[in-house]
């Protein structure tokens, strides 16, 4: 089994001794019960990585000892999944399972026909909530990288993403191509390539409808905006597990699996 990861802040990894304290080092000493002499991971959720030796315990606090340390490279291309606001508490679920599957970013969208509202006096609160789900989902998967939680979108907004990107993905049923067969740019006969995100584009991204679909006007805005509907496969699926399903056909297809 690989190490436990445990998360500080930015810039807490250049120097060779590092002190885990508040929640992580709370966490760390007196739930994980982390022992001196065992090994951990050290990671900034920005992509730095750093294989450390536990040197001293305390009752919140964890000193470690840095043995290694490096930088993980950034998934190419981009990975950003718009996702309807689910019910209930399969919008943490959504998070936390599109974190696992390594997804770049996610945009919680405000569609038409979802039945969750973030009201003004609440929506701080709901998205606390998803990024924190996100980053304790990516210590669970020994990510080095937190994946963005954008703030609340509005179709406009999404339009705006999905016409800056390389190649943008419309989970629908009543489509002709199936994502695991849809074109990609850059790819090629017989190659595991895809889009180049570079340049300032936004890579891929993969537009997730609420429970109730999307509205005619929604559908409308959004393929006028460059977004090509695609099937997933002959079941329907929730809208808090469609977007987990859709990452692992693009992770596959990108060669990031």
Known sequence: MT??????EPGELDGGTVVLSGNEGRHAAAVRRIAVGETVQLVDGAGMRARCRV?????????????????????HPQLTVVQALPKGDRGELAVEVMTEAGVDRIVPWAAERCVTRWRPERAAKSLAKWRS????????SRRSRIPEVAELAGTGDVC?????????????EDADSRLSSLPLPGEGPGTGTTAD????????????????????AELGALESA???????????????TAGVAALAVLQARCGRW
């Open 3 to 8: 190490a436990p990861v445990f998360l500080c």
């Open 55 to 75: 040197a001293e315990v305390g009752k919140d606090r964890v000193v470690c000892a840095v043995e290694e340390r490096g930088a993980d490279a950034a998934p």
């Open 226 to 240: 460059g977004a090509v509907r695609a099937l997933l496969g002959p079941t329907v699926l929730r809208t808090s």
């Open 160 to 172: 705006a993403r999905v016409a800056a990107a390389d190649a943008a993905i419309l989970l629908h």
């Open 197 to 216: 995100s570079g340049g300032g584009r936004a890579g891929i991204v993969v537009v997730v409808g609420p429970e109730g679909g999307f509205s005619d």
């Open 133 to 140: 789900t996100a980053r304790e989902a990516a210590k669970q």
